[in-house]
């Protein structure tokens, strides 16, 4: 079974530029999720979608942040313009649906390391 | 904010068992104890999850105590390739919403 398929794997950019992420999820999975992970941390969600909705955003910068699923499969998130704190690996995963009273095992992509100079 | 507590780093020799311990002393009782792994430079990988018995897969232990305040993920036979950082989370399975909230994690390093 193909696993979460994240790209670009490293990206560089200069801090006010715009960069772009894209992730395609198992094939089936219904929720799609992006996380960001700065060096030390945890990662942290930043937006969940159920399908081509979002169920949660709360901890999206939406200033400068923006996410898409618009056929309910693969997913872009961008940033625009990155600032210096925005260098981080930024995780895709997905899970098979969102259903009350179960858990669906998030599978993980391998990130794309961004570096913002 | 993560509900957990876990040592910064553990060792443990090759072979050995390796015990990571969590505490969730204000874990409620629809959440259920989580735990997830990093190896370096690659995404978390699910490991085992449980509500309040002990629960065992093909690849660990969960032991939770009885007042399930803590509880210890174990690797029966460790090998070089579970260095990881390992994660625990606490999470609600009732709500809509299957988000996991990480915290730092314990790192462990298998040694020879």
């Known amino acids: 079974e193909a696993g979460v398929a994240q790209s670009p794997r490293y990206k560089i950019i200069e801090k006010r530029q715009s960069v772009a992420f894209w992730c395609n999820p198992i094939?089936?999975?219904?929720?799609l999720y992006w996380y960001q992970q700065i060096l030390g941390q945890g990662p942290k969600l930043l937006i969940q979608?159920?399908?081509?909705?979002?169920?949660?955003d709360s901890q999206l910068p939406k200033d400068r942040f923006s996410a898409e699923r618009l056929k309910g499969v693969d997913s872009t998130l961008k940033i625009q313009p990155a600032k210096l704190e925005d260098s981080a690996v930024y995780l895709c995963?997905?899970?098979?649906?969102?259903?009350?009273?179960?858990?669906?095992?998030?599978?993980f992509g391998p990130g794309t390391r961004l570096t913002v100079l | 904010d993560a509900k957990t507590t876990q040592p910064p780093s553990m060792d443990c020799a090759e072979g050995r068992a390796a015990n990571l311990p969590c505490n969730h002393s204000?874990?409620?009782?629809?959440?259920?104890v989580y735990w997830y792994r990093q190896i370096h430079s690659q995404g978390p990988q699910y490991i085992i999850h449980?509500?309040?018995n002990n629960e065992t897969n093909e690849m660990a232990s969960l032991i939770i105590t009885e007042d399930r305040k803590s509880s210890t993920l174990i690797l029966p036979h460790a090998t070089l390739r579970d260095t990881a950082v390992y994660y625990c989370i606490v999470r609600d399975n009732t709500g809509t919403a299957s988000k996991l909230t990480f915290g730092t994690g314990t790192r462990l390093q298998v040694t020879l």
């Open positions: 995963a997905s899970s098979l649906r969102l259903r009350q009273s179960s858990y669906n095992e998030q599978f």
């Open positions: 204000t874990i409620s009782g629809n959440e259920y």
């Open positions: 094939s089936g999975h219904a929720t």
């Open positions: 449980g509500l309040k």
């Open positions: 979608f159920q399908n081509n909705g979002v169920v949660d």
